[in-house]
């Protein structure tokens, strides 16, 4: 078993022009500091692994907490946009064939998490409003290893 916690308090440069680089329009953000941009303030990592003869399990767990996503959205007023929590599950069963060929599978998004997004509709990182919701499925895949 392997696991981690990590906590990261980040700040970035003060949001007070945050119009994707112009100086036409000024921003509609409020002075302040936002975070950096793809820092989650928690991270969290678990993994499980089991190895012994022609047999390979493994199964890993990773969430993080909200981050920024971009500290100003292309599209007028230029909110802030952040990705809200999330997590995942993924994990492999390998068996060995032989010494050098190993087939197996292996699945990502298991929990068929949907990835969220909100935006500062104010701009204030405080007040968030939902924006958009992907969904990324379940994958499979089905391996073939050779070592030559």
């Known amino acids: 078993m392997s696991a981690n916690y990590t906590f990261i308090k980040s700040k970035g440069l003060p949001s007070v022009f945050l119009n994707a680089g112009g100086t036409i329009n000024p921003s509609t953000v409020t002075p302040g500091n936002l975070p950096l941009e793809q820092l989650s303030k928690h991270n969290v990592n678990a993994t499980i692994f089991y190895e012994k003869g022609p047999i390979s399990l493994r199964a890993a767990y990773n969430w993080r907490s909200r981050f920024l996503l971009t500290a100003a959205d292309v599209i007028f007023p230029y909110y802030s946009i952040f990705n809200e929590a999330t997590g995942q599950l993924d994990a492999s069963a390998f068996f060995s064939v032989t010494k050098d060929i190993k087939i197996g599978v292996q699945g990502v998004n298991l929990l068929n998490e949907v990835t969220k997004t909100s935006q500062a509709y104010t701009g204030s990182a405080d007040l968030l ?7 990324n499925d379940r994958r499979f895949s089905f391996v073939v290893r050779g070592n030559f």
Request: aromatic fraction near 28%.
């Open 129 to 135: 409003a939902p924006r958009s919701y992907f969904m």
